[in-house]
């Protein structure tokens, strides 16, 4: 048998993970890391991204948007601000996000808080990518 | 005399009430459970956020070495000019005393803040509805949690006020279904407000729910942060102790458990907590300014889960009473019907004995 890790998941609305896994992809603040058994511990602030972690050899995938993870040799524990599964997501949203964050970069509009804009843009393609990639 | 028809009328209505609030006792326990729930949902969420907190404190200074300037704008102390006060009361009535009292403490904290400029937030349609006969509205309203959705923030300079208490922003309607997004965007408003220096201190009134009889209406300080982890609480009530046995027996005649939201011990709130040299991926400044404002987040969901919960809790307790009274009086209808029935009797045997003895 691989050698496996407890995996957890928090959002503030409910525990989305709790599970036993082999590998976990983190998209940290500073780009993607991947862990294993055995990691160091570290803490680490999550960007924007996609959580993928393998368990029972099957690839499983999440949307977050911000968040924490601590590693531990044998245990990694993940609190995030949202965190949907692919079919979770709703697709025609976030879509209408994408194209509403455009339009505000596009404007030109002073008034427009380009670095929201930009989160908002990121969230929903990151969202648009992980329900894409679930077909 | 009354007549028997017309007390059997009486009867017959007060059943039909009886059934209503028995209904609606049963549908505030079963939401009850429901919000109880999500609380306890919250709860490994904020535990990690506090712990990371915590230990991120010990690790790094928040005080600038030199001049013990505090390094994070929501740490800032500053003298009380302006208030800002979250008042979060329930959108519906028939809750028995649960808007009322939680009106009657924000009034109290007024008057013990009178004289300071108070803006007010307003969750929840009971309380704005009286708030709004009150006090004024400010002419910059923060946007509505309803429609939140990316809404885009309005540059607002504070504007001349439109009295020493004023009403800057009402949120109706998001109490059916809380979501941290509507917490999370109020808390990104008060925040920036906080930051513009527009406001000096942020508290809010609620109802504390930690079990179906360990409630207290309190007020909180949620900023500035005076200490990670600790609520800082300014004026609490007890509920009473009459109030607390009703609630107790409502709950157990309604099969809700009596379960304290407050004591789950969650592996999630050992988070960060191990006694191990994290390697840090930033910086340890610059973790604790994301994680400031999130933590302020995360306080203002939970005051919203914890009242709705108490709402429901207190929706449940107001039904059973008045399922109770409608029982007592019925019985004593009851009493009243067969008494008049019977003195009709009388009176007609009389009748009859009388005209026979006349005879």
């Known amino acids: 048998m691989a050698e496996v890790f407890q995996l957890e998941l928090v959002t503030p609305e409910k525990k989305v993970v709790d599970t036993r896994a082999e590998e976990v992809q983190i998209p940290g603040k500073n780009g993607y890391l991947g862990v294993m058994p055995g990691h160091a511990p570290l803490i680490t602030e999550l960007s924007v991204g996609e959580i993928t972690y393998r368990e029972n050899s099957t690839q499983q995938r999440l949307a977050v948007a911000w968040g924490f993870a601590e590693v531990l040799p044998d245990k990694v524990t993940i609190l995030a601000e949202t965190a949907e599964r692919p079919s979770e997501i709703d697709v025609e949203r976030a879509r209408k996000a994408k194209q509403r964050a455009e339009e505000r970069l596009a404007s030109g509009d002073p008034n427009v808080d380009v670095e929201r804009a930009l989160d908002a843009l990121r969230r929903a393609e990151s969202r648009l990518e992980v329900a894409g990639k679930a077909k | ?359």
């Open chain 2, 1 to 359: 005399m009354p007549n028997v028809l017309d007390i059997r009328r009486r009867i017959r209505s007060v059943i039909n009430t009886r059934q209503i609030t028995k209904a609606m006792k049963m549908v505030s326990a079963a939401k009850l459970r429901r919000a109880q729930e999500r609380a306890l949902a919250a709860r490994p969420y904020a535990h990690m956020l506090t712990n990371v907190l915590k230990s991120l404190v010990a690790r790094t200074d928040i005080f600038d070495p030199e001049t013990g300037e505090p390094k994070h704008p929501l740490l800032a102390q500053r003298e009380e000019k302006t208030i800002l006060l979250i008042v979060v009361t329930g959108d519906k009535g028939l809750a028995g005393a649960f808007n009322a009292n939680i009106i009657k403490a924000a009034m109290r904290f007024l008057e013990s803040k009178s004289g300071k400029n108070i803006d007010i937030e307003a969750v929840g349609r009971k309380g704005r509805d009286f708030l709004r006969r009150r006090y004024p509205a400010a002419k910059v309203q923060t946007p509505g949690l309803e429609e939140l959705e990316e809404s885009v923030e309005t540059e607002s300079k504070a504007t001349e006020r439109a009295g020493t208490i004023q009403i800057t922003g009402e949120h109706v309607g998001i109490l059916g279904k809380v979501e941290f997004a509507q917490a999370s965007a109020l808390a990104r408003n008060v925040i920036q407000r906080y930051c513009r220096q527009e406001i000096d201190s942020v508290y809010v009134v609620f109802n504390e729910f930690k079990s179906v009889i360990a409630q207290r209406l309190i007020v909180e300080q949620i900023l500035p942060i005076e200490q990670i982890g600790e609520q800082a609480v300014r004026l609490y009530e007890e509920l009473p102790e009459e109030e607390k046995k009703r609630a107790k027996e409502a709950a157990i005649s309604a099969g809700v458990g009596m379960r304290d939201t407050g004591t789950a011990r969650e592996p999630a709130s050992q988070f960060g907590t191990a006694q191990v040299d994290y390697i840090y991926e930033q910086a340890p400044e610059d973790l604790f300014r994301d994680l400031l404002p999130r933590y302020v987040s995360v306080q203002i969901f939970r005051s919203l889960l914890e009242s709705v919960a108490a709402e429901h809790a207190a929706r449940m307790t107001a039904m059973d009473s008045a399922t109770n009274n409608a029982t007592d009086m019925i019985d004593s209808l009851t009493l009243a019907m067969n008494r008049a029935r019977q003195a009709k009797i009388t009176k007609e045997i009389i009748e009859i004995v009388s005209g026979a003895a006349a005879m």
